[in-house]
């Protein structure tokens, strides 16, 4: 969302792949136009664009149409104040005239995979307490102006309650604490908790038990990582028979078809009627806005003398952000990073019934004499970060899926290690799992 409004700034077609985003003209905008902006982008609707033309039949990414124009603003109502966010790169932006950005056609937004890998790393946690002492004291080196305006709307638009009638307004009096719902949204879609209990910090209370869990029912997708896990596997071993010229060929490509059905059943089995539409898009609309932050040297980060050098990582950029405020990361941060942007699409790709199909299962693993496949060399670089973030032994064929009756760890990612003389809150483990081993 965020992040292709940094580059949309720059290139409204998005044609220009020389392109370079530009974030720091994304914060520079007022809160409200940022926000109405989500409104814009929402009531387009945010139609899955990866696949090749023509391609499957697809669903919106939150459910059928009729859901988007159920819960969207009434057209004349949104189009009479619009956002104004236009191209250019002048700062402050001001308030310009049409066309407006990411309006004209539907924009793809992230699928929540996307937002429970991020918040996995901790960056809720380390931004938000950014933006606390920014507010309260001078802990922290003085703001530039510019950081000033981002600390601005990242509270405005995430760390207090939206403005009434909004498309962010997921919390309420009857679900006030957002800890919360966004991990009932995990727990629901993925049957997984964050890799860190939600201990008291400036964000909330401490929470006794798992209220995030409470009234869900059935209604969890308990094997989904068991499941994951297993088609990884399969796919690996897809890989290696597609490389090998003689031999026995133990590929399955009708199971690997199949482990992906199983996994389109669970997704969308979870979005019935439009459940979870609005929650997932201001969840990963919130983690997108963070990940801009710390993707580029943003004001922020220079402020912060956590810079990274122009082509430096994200992780290396939150761990320097992390040490001034006393929060370390995981240390398997850097592969959560680029995970979050590889399973995106490929979740939207399974979810949409893409390779439900034998023959359309092997664009997963067959890429021998097929010109850019593209497909299928994602699949060794997530099946790559996969073990090395979790530990599990994806390529190892002498390990095979637990029965989902096994005990398994509860939540496949380590906890951030807290830092010993740190003043701000720390994270220590959930006490309903155990840590991966990496």
Not at 62 to 73: E, N, P, S, Y
Not at 99 to 124: C, K, M, R, S
Request: aromatic share 8%; hydrophobic share 40%.
């Amino acid at each position: 969302m965020f992040r292709t409004l940094a580059r949309l700034v720059v290139d409204p077609t998005l044609l220009n792949p020389a392109a370079t985003p530009n974030p720091d003209v994304v914060f520079a905008h007022n809160p409200r136009q940022l926000s109405r902006w989500l409104e814009e982008v929402f009531a387009v609707n945010g139609v899955v664009k990866y696949f090749p033309n023509p391609g499957p039949t697809l669903s919106a990414t939150t459910g059928q149409q009729a859901v988007i124009d159920a819960l969207k603003m009434p057209p004349l109502l949104l189009s009479a104040y619009p956002s104004a966010i236009t191209q250019g790169t002048a700062i402050p932006p001001g308030y310009n005239v049409p066309p407006l950005l990411g309006t004209t056609q539907p924009l793809p937004w992230d699928h929540l995979i996307y937002a429970f890998l991020l918040e996995n790393t901790g960056i809720v946690e380390i931004l938000g307490e950014v933006v606390r002492r920014y507010k309260v004291g001078e802990t922290l080196a003085p703001p530039s102006v510019q950081t000033l305006v981002w600390a601005r709307n990242t509270e405005e638009l995430f760390f207090r309650d939206p403005p009434a009638f909004h498309i962010l307004g997921v919390s309420s009096q009857l679900r006030p604490d957002a800890r919360v719902n966004r991990r009932n949204a995990y727990w629901r879609m993925f049957g997984r908790d964050l890799s860190h209990a939600p201990l008291a910090t400036p964000l909330g209370p401490p929470l006794d038990g798992q209220p995030w869990k409470k009234d869900v029912g059935a209604g969890s997708n308990a094997r989904f990582f068991d499941i994951w896990e297993e088609l990884l596997r399969q796919v690996w071993q897809g890989i290696l028979n597609d490389r090998n010229q003689g031999g026995p060929n133990a590929t399955d490509r009708s199971y690997i078809a199949y482990l992906c059905q199983s996994l389109s059943e669970m997704l969308t089995m979870r979005r019935r009627g439009g459940m979870l539409a609005q929650e997932e898009f201001a969840y990963v609309s919130m983690l997108n806005w963070m990940h801009l932050t710390v993707e580029y040297e943003t004001p922020v980060v220079k402020d912060l003398k956590a810079e990274a050098g122009v082509n430096g990582n994200p992780a290396d950029r939150l761990a320097a952000i992390g040490a001034r405020v006393g929060i370390n990361p995981p240390r398997e941060t850097r592969e959560l990073f680029e995970l979050a942007g590889l399973l995106s699409p490929l979740m939207w790709f399974i979810e949409n019934g893409a390779f439900n199909d034998e023959s359309d299962a092997e664009m997963l693993y067959h890429s021998n004499m097929v010109p850019n496949p593209v497909v299928a060399d994602a699949m060794i670089r997530i099946i790559d970060l996969w073990q090395s973030a979790t530990g599990t032994r994806i390529k190892d064929p002498t390990v095979v899926s637990v029965s989902p009756d096994a005990k398994r760890p509860a939540q496949p990612l380590r906890l951030p290690e807290p830092t010993p003389a740190a003043s701000a809150p720390v994270f220590v483990p959930s006490s309903n799992g155990t840590k991966a081993k990496v």
